[in-house]
């Protein structure tokens, strides 16, 4: 059995203020016991019963990850957001996150700022650091981050060996954009292609982690983590919410409240158990505005997103590869994102990234972004016939992987929980099939590559539920068996 790690505030917490922060695990009502990750908290706990979260799973369900610091399993938890032991390790030390603001300044005048700001970061995250690997794609964050990491290392003089890592299907823009920009630089080039084999690898590490998120998040960050020779990775996932406003494809000024989100989609939990558990998922964002709080909707909003989504689904993945590669999230610093918060909502938005690119390297600008095949901020001209999407997941689910998954979920490490109707999902897994050759992942599939690491989790740690000796607790699907397919057709269709 492993010992616990004991930590060390200075170290273990240095970057606790940054958005890109991974948090830490530990025990309720023992905060000087911290656990690094899912699976060292598992293995100094492998004799005592686990017991399964029902509030997390009601969280999942609605939103595709955990709410607050909530884990799947009842006596664990996550560090919380911008926060820190204290001195006597008995309590939680809050940072007090800068109020946003309303100052307007011209957009060209923003980037040079945001410029100074993110070059001070990335000089700050390699340190004396020389083998620099940094996350590309062909959307406008990364080739930011791959802009000014470029000029630093010309400017400074730092003579880093520079790798850009990437991963998708070949004929994507992802991939065929990344590959052009990193031919640019003269930087070495590594890409991992995305397969049914990889996705199914990665059911089984997201149930190692402690299924945080959909397998399918994780994408090639298992091959990235093993790789040699790299000190660091530099990633700007936040730069579109830092950079842009945006979040989820929405301006931060236009957010709802991420209560809209929960939802028992497809009736696949009982009612009785979401009925149960709910408010108490509420609560989990109503602790975090008591913690931090805005005046206007809109900032509640941003601030719920960061604490939550970025936070316990896009940092969750991101910590896979920080585990033996300490990873950076560029726009992340408290300096960066005091700036972006200072700035009225209306000059929060996409102009910015075109002075930025304007001013660092304008080459990046006639690489068209992979979003819309077209220039950035430029005619309306799509100047490519590559796959938007840099993979297949929908189809993989439906078709490659259908009969993995079907043996994964329909077994009894899910049913004895009595949480999920399976008579519900045997019926939606079955339909769903229908719409193997579209390569889109809807809402329904994330559901179950979920379940299917939840499955092989239950069944590892035979973890226990509060519901297990409850009556069976099934429902008659009849009648409502029209609204499921369609309700299935439209998200599948719309590729959510």
Not at 73 to 97: C, F
Not at 332 to 347: A, E, F, M, R, T
Not at 418 to 431: A, C, E, G, M, V
Request: glycine residues 6%; positive net charge.
């Amino acid at each position: 059995m492993n010992k616990p790690v004991y930590i060390n505030i200075l170290r273990d917490f240095k970057y606790y203020n940054n958005l890109g922060f991974h948090n830490k695990y530990c025990q309720y009502n023992d905060i000087g016991k911290i656990y690094n990750s899912f699976e060292e908290f598992i293995s100094n706990n492998s004799c005592k019963e686990l017991f399964i979260d029902p509030i997390a799973i009601c969280e999942h369900i609605g939103c595709f990850y955990f709410l607050g610091d909530r884990t799947i399993i009842t006596q664990l938890k996550r560090s919380p957001w911008m926060a820190k032991p204290n001195k006597r390790k008995d309590d939680w030390d809050y940072y007090s996150i800068p109020l946003h603001g309303n100052k307007v300044f011209l957009e060209n005048d923003i980037a040079d700022t945001i410029i100074s700001l993110l070059k001070k970061e990335i000089l700050e995250y390699i340190g004396k650091r020389k083998n620099i690997g940094i996350l590309l794609s062909g959307g406008m964050d990364s080739r930011i981050a791959a802009a000014l990491l470029y000029s630093i290392n010309n400017e400074e003089k730092l003579n880093l060996n520079i790798v850009a890592i990437t991963w998708g299907t070949s004929n994507s823009r992802d991939v065929i954009y990344a590959r052009e920009i990193s031919k640019l630089y003269k930087w070495d080039f590594t890409y991992f292609p995305l397969t049914p084999e990889l996705l199914f690898k990665n059911i089984y590490i997201t149930a190692k982690l402690g299924c945080e998120f959909a397998p399918q998040h994780l994408h090639a960050m298992s091959e990235i983590r093993n790789m040699d020779g790299i000190e660091c990775i530099i990633a700007a996932s936040f730069g579109d919410s830092m950079g842009r406003g945006e979040y989820s494809g929405v301006h931060f000024s236009k957010l709802g409240p991420l209560t809209s989100l929960l939802k028992n989609h497809f009736s696949i939990i009982y009612g009785k158990v979401y009925k149960e558990n709910i408010s108490r998922a509420k609560d989990d964002i109503i602790d975090y505005h008591n913690i931090y709080k805005r005046e206007r909707n809109y900032q509640i909003y941003e601030i719920e997103r960061l604490s939550h989504y970025m936070r316990r689904e896009l940092n969750s993945c991101m910590s896979h590869v920080n585990e033996r590669i300490p990873t950076y999230q560029l726009f992340g610093s408290p300096d960066s994102y005091s700036y972006i918060w200072s700035l009225d909502s209306k000059v929060r938005g996409d102009k910015i990234y075109y002075f930025i690119l304007k001013s660092v390297d304008k080459r990046l600008l006639d690489i068209p972004w992979a979003r819309t095949g077209k220039k950035y901020y430029g005619n309306n001209l799509i100047m490519d016939s590559y796959n938007k999407s840099n993979n297949l997941y929908g189809k993989w689910v439906r078709e490659e992987l259908s009969s993995d998954l079907e043996r994964l979920i329909f077994n009894p490490a899910l049913e004895r929980l009595n949480i999920f109707n399976i008579t519900i999902l045997k019926y939606l897994f079955n339909i769903n099939k229908n719409f193997a050759k579209n390569p889109d992942s809807s809402r329904l599939d994330q559901i179950f590559l979920w379940l299917a690491s939840l499955s092989i989790l239950s069944a590892k740690h035979n973890l226990k539920s509060a519901y297990e000796s409850r009556k069976n607790m099934n429902l008659n699907i009849k009648g409502k068996t029209k609204g499921i397919a369609y309700i299935l057709y439209k998200n599948l269709i719309k590729g959510k």
